[in-house]
């Protein structure tokens, strides 16, 4: 039997909560969604208010045993994660293992990322039998080699990821 992934979800009162939970649930996922409505008045917080939230996700991933935590940022652009544990990832350590997952269930094919990006990615890639395509550090380099030949995924190591498949970058 396939163990069904559970997650919790923070929607951060984003449009994405429009689109994301049917995603999730053709996906077979079990999702426990926060903030899942949109509210014009929270599409700009203050640091403070976005952290609190990111905290609180995470708490919350932990105490229900989750699999994983997500946090969309208000515009639905980025992606923060916790582990099973509640614990924060890094965005180093989110892009690795968005990587790992990627090249895991789609197989070998292309990630993009910034040359800054540690070469960690590399070294997946060669535990994935995938390939490491090195951009330019802005955010139009990395969508344009989104639009690469056999590019599975994008990342820019700061909570930016683009799936060209899902999402087309162009």
Do not use: C
Not at 8 to 15: C, G, I, L, Q
Not at 123 to 151: E, F
Not at 152 to 159: F, I, P, R
């Amino acid at each position: 039997r396939e163990a069904k992934l559970r997650i919790v979800s923070d929607y951060a009162y984003s449009p994405v909560v429009e689109l994301m939970p049917g995603i999730l649930t053709a996906l077979g996922v079990e999702a426990i969604s926060l903030s899942a409505n949109i509210n014009e008045s929270k599409m700009a917080v203050q640091e403070a208010e976005f952290e609190k939230a990111l905290w609180d996700m995470a708490l919350i991933t932990g105490a229900l045993e989750a699999d994983l935590g997500l946090r969309f940022d208000v515009g639905g652009e980025k992606l923060f994660l916790a582990d099973n544990r509640g614990k924060i990832l890094s965005n180093g350590v989110a892009l690795a293992v968005m990587a790992a997952l990627t090249w895991e269930t789609m197989g070998p094919g292309v990630i993009a990322v910034p040359v800054q990006v540690s070469h960690i990615i590399e070294k997946l890639a060669q535990r994935y039998g995938g390939q490491v395509r090195r951009t330019k550090t802005d955010i139009s380099s990395l969508m344009d080699a989104a639009r690469g030949k056999d590019v599975l995924m994008a990342g820019d190591g700061t909570g930016y990821f683009i799936f060209p498949h899902f999402q087309p970058a162009s």
